[in-house]
């Protein structure tokens, strides 16, 4: 009888996952997660689809972005907390100096004659 020997086993570091953000809405979820993994912090979303089984809404089934490693738990709470409070400020309405017609100030160009946003 042969006895086969297994090789031993590589020892590798548990990361512990840490959750960093949950919410009812799984758009912003996915939002948030993608800004995350282009930060270059990698993330596992966990009841992605689990909020919309039930009418009624239960916290524990809400999307939920964890981080893999504690070690990026920080930073990731960093940036999901600029991104929420970051508020544009309104820019006021301008006549375009080209055509003269009046335009909404979030556009950076005419609408009419597409001229530039005067500076």
Known sequence: MQVSTLPPLISMPVLAMQQVFT?????LIGLLDGILKESGIPTLLKNWTGSNIVEIPIPSLYPSIFVLDNAHAAEAREIIETYLNHSETARPDWDCPNC???VDGYLGECWSCQALRPT
């Open 23 to 27: 919410h009812h809405d799984s758009a």
């Open 100 to 102: 003269h017609s009046p």
